[in-house]
């Protein structure tokens, strides 16, 4: 396969062996191979029943990987930072998503991309929109900061 682009979006609200969540993420990311783009990790309110906020971030990385190996590596890697699966949304020590790739989409077991929850999550569009705000997502057409600018507008404001 040829080496494409994707990207990952990065969370965790839980403590692991590399300290709290915003270490956990940074340490997720020096295990990812070929990064080269890195947005600013950002807090977010959780989803679903879990009371802790979240550390977030976004990266662009290069591969040779196809989208189920990549999602193999990085399922390994939530496995090694010991992610175990549970109840949906609950409190993770580090979640790792393939939101974007660069060759359009996939669709196989367990895996879809682009991530099908990606275009109403502010906390995916918020940082990618820093590193690629001009990417478009292949279903909708729209840029990702077009995207962001659709759910900033559409949340609540106190």
Known sequence: MTTSTYAIAIGSNRRGRHGGPTSEVCAAIAALDGVWAVAPVIGSAPLGPSLRRYANTAVLLDSDLSPPQL????????????????????????????????????????????????????????????????????????????????????????
């Open 71 to 158: 999602l193999a590596r990085l399922k390994a890697i939530e496995r090694a930072f010991g992610r175990r699966r549970g109840r949906r949304w609950g409190s993770r020590v580090i979640d790792l998503d393939i939101v974007l790739w660069s060759r359009g989409c996939w669709s196989g077991p367990g895996l879809t991309v682009p991530h099908v929850a990606f275009r109403t999550r502010d906390f995916v569009l918020r940082p990618l929109a820093r590193i690629a705000g001009g990417w478009r997502d292949p279903v909708s057409g729209r840029t990702v900061r077009q995207l962001h600018q659709l759910v900033d507008r559409a949340r609540p404001r106190d």
